[in-house]
């Protein structure tokens, strides 16, 4: 409003996000939200807490794709789905920048990095378990 107060929105979200103004192309839109998100996935350690905290300073702060309530409703309804939190919210906020192809663009963006971290680890040498000796059991 005028006076500055902030008033919600009470449309549908689909109709929201349907008039949200896009800024450039898809496929700009689509590489810049994968580059965010794997750099996101690849560098922010602390685990899902640390994860959305950068989420918001980039997704509302810098960037501008939402407002702090939206990413705020968007971290709630989150927090309801089973599953990682993170994820799901940088999903949520790929469907927002690109569309369905945003959403699933940000969560392979999130998910890449993670999957293809056990394998190197898991292939690495080691040595095998030490044997037990067998245990008898008291006759009682």
């Not at 702060?61 to 989150?78: C, H, K, P, S, V």
């Not at 940088?90 to 927002?96: Q, T």
């Not at 392979?108 to 993670?114: G, H, K, Q």
Request: charged share 20%; net charge positive.
């Amino acid at each position: 409003s005028e006076s500055g107060h902030y008033v919600r929105d009470h449309r549908p979200l689909a109709v929201r996000r349907a008039l949200v103004p896009y800024n450039g192309n898809l496929v700009s839109r689509l590489r810049e939200v994968a580059i965010l998100f794997l750099r996101l996935s690849l560098t922010a350690f602390g685990g899902p807490a640390a994860h959305i905290a950068v989420m918001e300073d980039e997704c509302v702060r810098r960037r501008r794709w939402m407002t702090r309530e939206q990413f705020l409703d968007i971290l709630g309804a989150a927090n309801l789905i089973p599953g990682p939190t993170s994820t799901e919210l940088a999903m949520h906020a790929g469907l927002r920048r690109a569309g369905w192809p945003g959403l699933v663009v940000a969560g392979v963006a999130c998910a890449a990095p993670t999957a293809a971290l056990p394998p190197p680890i898991t292939t690495c040498p080691r040595r095998p378990p030490a044997r037990r000796s067998p245990t008898r059991r008291s006759a009682a």
